[in-house]
Protein backbone atom coordinates (compact mmCIF):
# COMPACT_ATOMS: atom_id res chain seq x y z
CA UNK A 1 0.00 0.00 0.00
CA UNK A 2 1.72 3.31 -1.28
CA UNK A 3 0.32 6.86 0.01
CA UNK A 4 1.78 9.87 -1.95
CA UNK A 5 1.10 13.72 -1.23
CA UNK A 6 1.21 16.43 -3.89
CA UNK A 7 0.89 20.15 -3.77
CA UNK A 8 -1.25 21.87 -5.95
CA UNK A 9 2.55 22.63 -8.26
CA UNK A 10 2.29 18.75 -8.19
CA UNK A 11 5.43 18.68 -5.92
CA UNK A 12 5.72 15.38 -4.20
CA UNK A 13 5.56 16.55 -0.34
CA UNK A 14 5.53 13.06 1.37
CA UNK A 15 5.15 9.27 0.48
CA UNK A 16 5.62 6.04 2.21
CA UNK A 17 4.39 2.75 1.75
CA UNK A 18 2.98 -0.25 3.80
CA UNK A 19 4.88 -4.04 2.62
CA UNK A 20 2.46 -6.34 3.27
CA UNK A 21 4.73 -9.24 4.04
CA UNK A 22 7.57 -7.49 5.99
CA UNK A 23 5.33 -5.07 7.62
CA UNK A 24 2.34 -7.43 8.36
CA UNK A 25 3.86 -10.71 8.96
CA UNK A 26 0.53 -12.11 11.12
CA UNK A 27 -1.23 -12.23 7.59
CA UNK A 28 1.80 -14.97 6.40
CA UNK A 29 1.01 -13.96 3.19
CA UNK A 30 3.45 -14.31 0.34
CA UNK A 31 3.65 -11.17 -2.30
CA UNK A 32 0.81 -9.90 -0.35
CA UNK A 33 -1.55 -12.90 -1.51
CA UNK A 34 -2.16 -16.50 -0.85
CA UNK A 35 -1.65 -19.01 -3.19
CA UNK A 36 -4.16 -22.09 -2.59
CA UNK A 37 -3.60 -25.53 -3.04
CA UNK A 38 -5.18 -26.19 -6.43
CA UNK A 39 -2.72 -23.63 -7.68
CA UNK A 40 -5.79 -21.41 -9.19
CA UNK A 41 -7.29 -19.70 -6.82
CA UNK A 42 -5.35 -16.87 -5.28
CA UNK A 43 -6.77 -14.50 -2.43
CA UNK A 44 -5.61 -11.84 -0.28
CA UNK A 45 -7.43 -11.14 3.54
CA UNK A 46 -9.38 -8.45 3.48
CA UNK A 47 -8.12 -7.08 6.74
CA UNK A 48 -4.44 -7.21 5.94
CA UNK A 49 -5.15 -4.30 3.73
CA UNK A 50 -7.52 -2.49 6.03
CA UNK A 51 -4.88 -2.94 8.80
CA UNK A 52 -1.94 -2.06 6.29
CA UNK A 53 -3.97 1.72 5.95
CA UNK A 54 -4.21 2.03 10.18
CA UNK A 55 -0.62 1.52 9.82
CA UNK A 56 0.03 4.15 6.78
CA UNK A 57 -2.09 6.57 8.85
CA UNK A 58 -0.05 6.12 11.95
CA UNK A 59 3.16 6.55 10.25
CA UNK A 60 2.35 9.89 8.82
CA UNK A 61 0.85 11.23 11.90
CA UNK A 62 4.33 10.75 13.67
CA UNK A 63 6.24 12.35 11.22
CA UNK A 64 4.13 15.36 11.67
CA UNK A 65 2.34 14.62 8.38
CA UNK A 66 -0.49 17.89 8.75
CA UNK A 67 -3.70 15.74 7.82
CA UNK A 68 -5.65 19.75 7.79
CA UNK A 69 -4.25 20.53 4.58
CA UNK A 70 -5.44 17.83 2.46
CA UNK A 71 -8.14 19.40 0.17
CA UNK A 72 -9.01 16.09 -1.48
CA UNK A 73 -7.86 12.44 -1.78
CA UNK A 74 -8.42 9.69 -4.25
CA UNK A 75 -6.58 6.46 -5.25
CA UNK A 76 -5.95 3.37 -7.21
CA UNK A 77 -6.95 -0.10 -6.64
CA UNK A 78 -5.36 -3.82 -8.52
CA UNK A 79 -8.31 -4.42 -10.86
CA UNK A 80 -10.32 -7.47 -10.87
CA UNK A 81 -10.22 -8.16 -7.10
CA UNK A 82 -13.60 -8.19 -4.67
CA UNK A 83 -15.23 -7.38 -1.72
CA UNK A 84 -17.86 -8.62 0.53
CA UNK A 85 -19.73 -6.70 2.91
CA UNK A 86 -21.70 -8.58 5.47
CA UNK A 87 -25.36 -7.68 6.01
CA UNK A 88 -25.25 -4.45 8.59
CA UNK A 89 -21.49 -3.39 7.54
CA UNK A 90 -22.82 0.08 6.54
CA UNK A 91 -24.00 1.27 10.57
CA UNK A 92 -20.60 -0.19 11.53
CA UNK A 93 -18.72 1.76 8.81
CA UNK A 94 -21.17 5.07 9.32
CA UNK A 95 -20.40 4.74 12.82
CA UNK A 96 -16.85 4.01 13.16
CA UNK A 97 -15.41 5.28 16.37
CA UNK A 98 -12.34 7.24 16.18
CA UNK A 99 -10.66 5.71 19.61
CA UNK A 100 -10.56 2.09 17.76
CA UNK A 101 -8.06 1.63 15.16
CA UNK A 102 -10.32 0.61 11.90
CA UNK A 103 -8.97 -2.92 11.66
CA UNK A 104 -10.66 -3.85 15.09
CA UNK A 105 -14.04 -1.94 14.04
CA UNK A 106 -14.23 -3.97 10.81
CA UNK A 107 -12.98 -7.24 12.20
CA UNK A 108 -16.94 -9.01 11.46
CA UNK A 109 -17.49 -7.07 8.19
CA UNK A 110 -17.20 -9.27 5.29
CA UNK A 111 -18.97 -12.03 4.44
CA UNK A 112 -15.85 -13.37 2.45
CA UNK A 113 -12.34 -12.92 4.35
CA UNK A 114 -10.55 -13.67 1.75
CA UNK A 115 -10.78 -11.78 -1.35
CA UNK A 116 -10.25 -12.93 -4.36
CA UNK A 117 -7.65 -10.87 -7.01
CA UNK A 118 -6.53 -10.95 -10.51
CA UNK A 119 -4.25 -13.28 -10.05
CA UNK A 120 -7.35 -15.57 -9.85
CA UNK A 121 -7.73 -18.35 -12.45
CA UNK A 122 -10.31 -20.54 -10.63
CA UNK A 123 -13.50 -19.82 -12.68
CA UNK A 124 -13.23 -21.22 -15.56
CA UNK A 125 -16.71 -22.93 -15.66
CA UNK A 126 -18.47 -20.01 -14.37
CA UNK A 127 -16.65 -17.90 -18.04
CA UNK A 128 -17.93 -20.79 -19.56
CA UNK A 129 -21.60 -20.09 -18.75
CA UNK A 130 -21.46 -16.52 -18.98
CA UNK A 131 -20.53 -16.43 -22.28
CA UNK A 132 -23.03 -19.02 -23.12
CA UNK A 133 -25.77 -17.25 -21.62
CA UNK A 134 -25.41 -13.80 -23.78
CA UNK A 135 -24.62 -15.65 -27.11
CA UNK A 136 -20.53 -16.53 -27.28
CA UNK A 137 -17.85 -14.80 -26.28
CA UNK A 138 -17.71 -11.92 -29.18
CA UNK A 139 -20.83 -11.01 -28.06
CA UNK A 140 -19.98 -10.40 -24.20
CA UNK A 141 -17.06 -8.62 -25.71
CA UNK A 142 -19.18 -6.56 -27.38
CA UNK A 143 -21.26 -5.76 -24.67
CA UNK A 144 -18.72 -5.36 -22.24
CA UNK A 145 -15.49 -4.58 -23.75
CA UNK A 146 -14.10 -8.03 -22.96
CA UNK A 147 -14.67 -11.67 -23.19
CA UNK A 148 -15.13 -13.93 -20.21
CA UNK A 149 -11.70 -13.64 -18.15
CA UNK A 150 -11.59 -16.35 -15.18
CA UNK A 151 -10.17 -12.63 -13.30
CA UNK A 152 -12.92 -10.98 -14.00
CA UNK A 153 -15.50 -9.98 -10.91
CA UNK A 154 -18.44 -11.34 -12.42
CA UNK A 155 -17.22 -15.05 -12.40
CA UNK A 156 -15.83 -14.62 -9.33
CA UNK A 157 -19.06 -13.77 -7.81
CA UNK A 158 -21.03 -16.68 -9.73
CA UNK A 159 -18.64 -19.03 -8.52
CA UNK A 160 -19.09 -17.46 -4.98
CA UNK A 161 -22.83 -17.73 -5.41
CA UNK A 162 -22.90 -21.28 -6.80
CA UNK A 163 -20.31 -22.82 -4.01
CA UNK A 164 -21.71 -20.78 -1.21
CA UNK A 165 -25.13 -19.49 -1.49
CA UNK A 166 -25.37 -18.98 2.07
CA UNK A 167 -22.45 -16.29 1.99
CA UNK A 168 -23.78 -14.97 -0.79
CA UNK A 169 -27.08 -14.42 0.91
CA UNK A 170 -25.52 -12.68 4.16
CA UNK A 171 -23.65 -10.08 1.41
CA UNK A 172 -24.86 -7.12 1.19
CA UNK A 173 -22.39 -5.56 -1.07
CA UNK A 174 -19.91 -5.83 -2.95
CA UNK A 175 -17.13 -3.81 -3.76
CA UNK A 176 -14.63 -3.55 -5.97
CA UNK A 177 -10.69 -3.60 -4.43
CA UNK A 178 -11.06 0.84 -5.21
CA UNK A 179 -14.43 1.10 -4.42
CA UNK A 180 -13.91 -0.81 -1.28
CA UNK A 181 -10.67 1.79 -0.46
CA UNK A 182 -12.71 4.65 -1.08
CA UNK A 183 -15.43 3.22 1.18
CA UNK A 184 -13.05 3.09 4.14
CA UNK A 185 -12.67 7.25 3.82
CA UNK A 186 -15.82 7.77 2.79
CA UNK A 187 -18.01 5.82 5.61
CA UNK A 188 -20.30 4.67 3.41
CA UNK A 189 -20.23 2.47 0.46
CA UNK A 190 -18.75 4.09 -1.93
CA UNK A 191 -20.12 3.41 -5.80
CA UNK A 192 -17.35 1.88 -8.27
CA UNK A 193 -16.12 3.74 -11.45
CA UNK A 194 -17.01 3.22 -14.61
CA UNK A 195 -13.68 2.60 -15.47
CA UNK A 196 -12.87 -0.14 -12.94
CA UNK A 197 -16.18 -1.65 -13.40
CA UNK A 198 -15.14 -2.17 -16.77
CA UNK A 199 -12.84 -4.91 -16.03
CA UNK A 200 -16.07 -7.15 -14.43
CA UNK A 201 -17.69 -8.57 -17.58
CA UNK A 202 -20.99 -6.85 -16.01
CA UNK A 203 -21.11 -3.28 -17.28
CA UNK A 204 -22.33 -2.21 -20.42
CA UNK A 205 -19.46 -0.39 -21.33
CA UNK A 206 -21.50 1.78 -24.12
CA UNK A 207 -24.90 2.71 -21.84
CA UNK A 208 -22.16 2.78 -18.64
CA UNK A 209 -25.47 0.61 -16.64
CA UNK A 210 -24.72 -2.59 -15.45
CA UNK A 211 -25.99 -5.30 -18.38
CA UNK A 212 -29.22 -6.83 -17.13
CA UNK A 213 -28.10 -10.50 -18.75
CA UNK A 214 -24.63 -10.50 -17.16
CA UNK A 215 -25.77 -9.76 -13.99
CA UNK A 216 -28.96 -12.52 -14.25
CA UNK A 217 -26.63 -15.28 -15.51
CA UNK A 218 -23.80 -14.45 -12.54
CA UNK A 219 -26.15 -14.57 -9.11
CA UNK A 220 -29.71 -13.44 -8.29
CA UNK A 221 -29.78 -9.94 -6.63
CA UNK A 222 -26.65 -8.73 -7.61
CA UNK A 223 -27.76 -5.05 -9.21
CA UNK A 224 -28.29 -3.88 -6.03
CA UNK A 225 -25.48 -5.44 -4.10
CA UNK A 226 -23.73 -2.83 -6.90
CA UNK A 227 -25.14 0.03 -6.36
CA UNK A 228 -24.87 2.34 -9.73
CA UNK A 229 -21.69 3.14 -11.28
CA UNK A 230 -20.31 6.49 -11.40
CA UNK A 231 -17.64 8.50 -14.13
CA UNK A 232 -14.05 7.63 -12.49
CA UNK A 233 -13.92 11.58 -11.69
CA UNK A 234 -17.17 11.88 -9.31
CA UNK A 235 -16.66 13.74 -6.15
CA UNK A 236 -18.40 11.46 -3.68
CA UNK A 237 -18.50 13.57 -0.87
CA UNK A 238 -16.97 14.28 1.77
CA UNK A 239 -14.17 12.34 4.60
CA UNK A 240 -15.93 10.00 7.46
CA UNK A 241 -15.75 12.08 10.57
CA UNK A 242 -13.78 8.98 11.63
CA UNK A 243 -10.40 10.51 9.93
CA UNK A 244 -11.15 14.14 11.27
CA UNK A 245 -11.36 12.99 14.46
CA UNK A 246 -8.32 10.36 14.90
CA UNK A 247 -6.19 11.89 12.56
CA UNK A 248 -6.92 15.93 12.08
CA UNK A 249 -8.63 15.72 8.41
CA UNK A 250 -10.94 18.89 7.38
CA UNK A 251 -14.10 17.84 7.41
CA UNK A 252 -13.63 19.88 4.23
CA UNK A 253 -11.54 17.33 2.50
CA UNK A 254 -13.35 15.40 -0.67
CA UNK A 255 -13.54 11.92 -1.28
CA UNK A 256 -12.68 11.47 -5.56
CA UNK A 257 -13.98 8.10 -7.18
CA UNK A 258 -10.87 5.61 -6.79
CA UNK A 259 -10.17 3.44 -9.88
CA UNK A 260 -8.66 0.82 -10.93
CA UNK A 261 -4.47 0.44 -11.43
CA UNK A 262 -4.76 0.72 -15.28
CA UNK A 263 -7.02 3.32 -15.72
CA UNK A 264 -4.53 5.28 -13.42
CA UNK A 265 -1.81 4.12 -15.44
CA UNK A 266 -3.31 6.19 -18.48
CA UNK A 267 -4.49 9.42 -16.36
CA UNK A 268 -1.33 9.83 -14.66
CA UNK A 269 0.75 9.01 -17.89
CA UNK A 270 -1.43 12.06 -18.97
CA UNK A 271 -2.47 10.04 -22.38
CA UNK A 272 -4.42 11.94 -24.56
CA UNK A 273 -6.21 11.27 -27.57
CA UNK A 274 -4.08 9.33 -30.62
CA UNK A 275 -1.44 8.25 -27.50
CA UNK A 276 -0.10 4.72 -26.81
CA UNK A 277 1.80 3.74 -23.78
CA UNK A 278 3.92 0.59 -23.23
CA UNK A 279 4.73 -0.36 -19.98
CA UNK A 280 7.80 -3.13 -20.62
CA UNK A 281 7.73 -5.53 -17.08
CA UNK A 282 7.10 -9.23 -16.67
CA UNK A 283 3.87 -9.00 -19.07
CA UNK A 284 4.22 -5.97 -21.25
CA UNK A 285 0.92 -3.86 -20.89
CA UNK A 286 -0.01 -1.47 -23.72
CA UNK A 287 -2.66 1.26 -23.03
CA UNK A 288 -4.17 3.81 -25.63
CA UNK A 289 -6.72 6.48 -25.43
CA UNK A 290 -9.52 5.31 -28.50
CA UNK A 291 -12.81 7.05 -29.74
CA UNK A 292 -14.42 4.52 -31.54
CA UNK A 293 -13.02 0.71 -30.20
CA UNK A 294 -13.86 -2.36 -31.56
CA UNK A 295 -13.72 -5.07 -28.85
CA UNK A 296 -12.45 -8.17 -30.00
CA UNK A 297 -11.59 -11.79 -28.74
CA UNK A 298 -8.15 -10.80 -27.63
CA UNK A 299 -7.66 -7.87 -25.09
CA UNK A 300 -9.51 -5.16 -23.15
CA UNK A 301 -12.08 -1.89 -23.66
CA UNK A 302 -12.88 -0.25 -20.96
CA UNK A 303 -14.16 3.06 -20.08
CA UNK A 304 -11.66 6.03 -20.04
CA UNK A 305 -10.85 7.22 -16.57
CA UNK A 306 -10.42 11.08 -17.78
CA UNK A 307 -12.86 11.30 -20.51
CA UNK A 308 -16.05 9.47 -19.99
CA UNK A 309 -17.38 9.64 -23.54
CA UNK A 310 -14.14 7.93 -24.75
CA UNK A 311 -13.01 4.86 -24.16
CA UNK A 312 -9.03 3.37 -22.72
CA UNK A 313 -7.74 -0.14 -24.56
CA UNK A 314 -5.74 -2.54 -22.92
CA UNK A 315 -3.71 -5.55 -24.17
CA UNK A 316 -1.91 -7.74 -21.93
CA UNK A 317 1.39 -9.74 -22.98
CA UNK A 318 2.92 -12.64 -20.92
CA UNK A 319 6.05 -13.09 -22.27
CA UNK A 320 7.16 -9.72 -21.71
CA UNK A 321 10.88 -8.79 -19.80
CA UNK A 322 11.70 -12.42 -18.81
CA UNK A 323 11.43 -13.56 -22.55
CA UNK A 324 13.82 -10.70 -23.51
CA UNK A 325 16.09 -11.69 -20.58
CA UNK A 326 16.71 -15.25 -21.71
CA UNK A 327 17.39 -14.58 -25.05
CA UNK A 328 19.87 -11.19 -23.57
CA UNK A 329 21.50 -13.93 -21.81
CA UNK A 330 21.27 -16.99 -24.41
CA UNK A 331 22.50 -14.23 -27.47
CA UNK A 332 24.30 -11.51 -25.55
CA UNK A 333 26.17 -13.05 -23.09
CA UNK A 334 23.71 -11.41 -20.18
CA UNK A 335 24.61 -7.76 -21.41
CA UNK A 336 21.96 -5.12 -22.54
CA UNK A 337 24.88 -2.80 -24.33
CA UNK A 338 26.04 -6.23 -26.68
CA UNK A 339 21.78 -7.17 -26.94
CA UNK A 340 21.87 -3.40 -28.16
CA UNK A 341 24.62 -3.26 -30.55
CA UNK A 342 23.70 -6.55 -31.96
CA UNK A 343 20.25 -5.14 -32.42
CA UNK A 344 21.82 -2.22 -34.12
CA UNK A 345 24.15 -3.82 -36.53
CA UNK A 346 20.56 -5.49 -38.12
CA UNK A 347 18.31 -4.00 -40.74
CA UNK A 348 15.10 -3.17 -39.94
CA UNK A 349 12.46 -6.05 -40.91
CA UNK A 350 15.63 -8.11 -40.48
CA UNK A 351 15.84 -9.25 -43.69
CA UNK A 352 12.27 -11.01 -44.12
CA UNK A 353 13.45 -13.19 -40.78
CA UNK A 354 10.77 -13.69 -38.37
CA UNK A 355 10.20 -14.90 -34.97
CA UNK A 356 7.41 -15.67 -32.29
CA UNK A 357 8.60 -16.31 -28.80
CA UNK A 358 6.49 -17.52 -25.89
CA UNK A 359 8.35 -19.10 -23.42
CA UNK A 360 5.07 -19.15 -21.01
CA UNK A 361 1.71 -19.90 -23.04
CA UNK A 362 1.07 -16.65 -24.60
CA UNK A 363 -2.51 -14.38 -23.38
CA UNK A 364 -2.84 -12.76 -27.41
CA UNK A 365 -2.57 -14.65 -29.02
CA UNK A 366 -3.18 -17.98 -26.68
CA UNK A 367 0.31 -19.51 -27.89
CA UNK A 368 2.96 -21.07 -26.98
CA UNK A 369 6.96 -22.07 -28.17
CA UNK A 370 9.64 -20.35 -30.14
CA UNK A 371 8.71 -20.39 -33.63
CA UNK A 372 11.42 -18.95 -36.43
CA UNK A 373 10.72 -18.39 -40.24
CA UNK A 374 12.98 -17.22 -42.94
CA UNK A 375 13.08 -14.84 -45.48
CA UNK A 376 10.75 -17.71 -47.64
CA UNK A 377 8.60 -18.36 -44.91
CA UNK A 378 10.23 -21.37 -43.99
CA UNK A 379 10.23 -22.60 -40.69
CA UNK A 380 13.44 -22.82 -39.28
CA UNK A 381 14.84 -23.65 -35.85
CA UNK A 382 17.68 -21.59 -35.04
CA UNK A 383 18.87 -18.23 -35.87
CA UNK A 384 22.15 -16.29 -35.85
CA UNK A 385 22.52 -14.34 -32.64
CA UNK A 386 22.38 -11.02 -33.87
CA UNK A 387 18.91 -11.92 -36.53
CA UNK A 388 17.27 -14.21 -33.33
CA UNK A 389 17.78 -10.91 -31.50
CA UNK A 390 15.88 -8.61 -34.25
CA UNK A 391 13.59 -10.82 -34.42
CA UNK A 392 12.34 -11.04 -30.94
CA UNK A 393 12.22 -7.79 -30.76
CA UNK A 394 10.20 -7.21 -33.72
CA UNK A 395 7.87 -9.99 -33.15
CA UNK A 396 7.35 -8.48 -29.80
CA UNK A 397 6.32 -4.91 -31.30
CA UNK A 398 4.63 -5.98 -34.26
CA UNK A 399 2.14 -7.92 -32.27
CA UNK A 400 1.55 -5.30 -30.34
CA UNK A 401 0.87 -2.89 -33.49
CA UNK A 402 -1.47 -5.56 -34.82
CA UNK A 403 -3.55 -6.86 -31.77
CA UNK A 404 -3.70 -2.46 -31.15
CA UNK A 405 -4.72 -2.05 -34.66
CA UNK A 406 -7.83 -4.77 -34.18
CA UNK A 407 -9.10 -2.85 -31.01
CA UNK A 408 -9.57 0.18 -33.42
Not at 328 to 337: K, L, T, V
Request: glycine content about 8%; some cysteine.
Amino acid sequence: LKVIAIDEHLRVIYEDNVHFDKDLPEFKTQGGVYIHSDRLTVTSPVLMWVKALDMILEKMKSSGFNFSQVRALSGAGQQHGSVYWKKGSLQILKNASSELPLHQLLKGCFSVSNSPIWMDSSTTSQCGMLEKAVGGAQHLARITGSRAYERFTGNQIAKIYSQNPEVYKQTERISLVSSFAASLFLGAYAPIDYSDGSGMNLLQIWEKVWSKSCLDACAPGLEERLGCPVPSHSVLGPISSYYSQRYGFSPDCKIVAFTGDNPASLAGMRLQEGDIAISLGTSDTLFLWIQEPTPALEGHILCNPVDSQTYMALLCFKNGSLMRERIRDSCASGSWDEFSKALSSTVAGNNGNLGFYFDVMEITPEAVGIHRFNRDNQKVSAFPKEVEIRALIEGQFMAKRIHAEKLG
